[in-house]
């Protein structure tokens, strides 16, 4: 009985810590017009306004939408609160949450034989997801100090697509992109060549085809831009645990400057 006690302790223990970390991405609500973005900001320790820090943007995928300012944290958020994380790369990092009834990136679907087909637009205005998502970005470079030879970006499903599409509207913003299980339209791969890329897929994904990722990395090799291409072989739609697990994600990521 005592050791169960003492697991229940510890475990509730273990969750606490968890929560405590997460809340050290503070609540924030960006404002333009009538809409509402919410996000998070996790902030370097000891933040210094003396100095300058790499920006790290990331977009989450279609089931963490809302406006709890929660969800999108589920994801990725812990692995920027590791402690050797967070000493060695010291950085501002921003997770916006995109509404339930909106989408990062301009692309349409549809299923086609019980699979689901993608139709990504070359140009066009911006879903209002990602028109307050860059707003929210140019607002962060302007109000924190960021050094502006070091802003990245990446995501992951849905968040792998608006990854392309930030990319693509912002064609000399960032310094490097990791899209994970997401997608493109290839055919803007020439507005995408000043940022290095470092591209994610499971080979089983039966949600987003590892195709959209292939045919992406092609078509940034045809322009002749700095791309890495990993496929998990049996990996499924959670390609993002393998990529998150990656020893040389980081240590690539913060290397990359304008």
């Not at 030879?149 to 990854?163: D, I, N, P, Q």
Request: net charge positive; aromatic share 12%.
């Amino acid at each position: 009985m005592k050791k169960f006690i003492a697991l229940v302790v510890l475990t509730g223990l273990s969750v606490l810590t968890i929560a405590q970390d997460l809340s050290l991405f503070q609540k924030k609500q960006f404002i333009s017009g009538n809409d509402t973005l919410p996000y998070r900001l996790l902030l370097p320790e000891n933040y210094d306004v003396s100095k300058k820090y790499p920006l790290v943007f990331f977009l989450h995928g279609a089931g963490e939408r809302g406006n709890d300012n929660e969800k999108q944290l589920l994801h990725g958020a812990k692995l920027f609160l590791k402690e050797e994380v967070r000493k060695k790369y010291p950085a501002i990092v921003i997770f916006p949450q995109c509404p339930q009834n909106s989408f990062w990136s301009n692309v349409d679907f549809k299923m086609e034989n019980g699979k689901r087909v993608f139709a990504f637009k070359a140009e066009g205005e911006p879903t209002i997801a990602m028109k307050l998502a860059q707003e929210l970005l140019f607002t962060i470079l302007k109000d924190y100090r960021v050094s502006k030879r070091k802003v990245y970006v990446g995501g992951l499903s849905m968040g792998g697509m608006g990854t392309f599409e930030i990319v693509r509207r912002n064609p000399r913003l960032f310094a490097a992109a990791f899209p994970i299980c997401g997608g493109g339209e290839p055919s803007t791969a020439s507005q995408l060549k000043k940022t290095k890329w470092w591209i994610f897929h499971g080979g089983k994904d039966d949600v987003v085809p590892p195709e959209l990722s292939q045919k992406m990395s092609a078509a940034l090799k045809a322009v002749k831009s700095s791309v890495k291409f990993t496929l998990y072989p049996t990996a499924n739609h959670n390609s993002w645990d393998p990529a998150f697990a990656e020893p040389g994600l980081f240590p690539w990521l913060f290397a990359q400057k304008k």
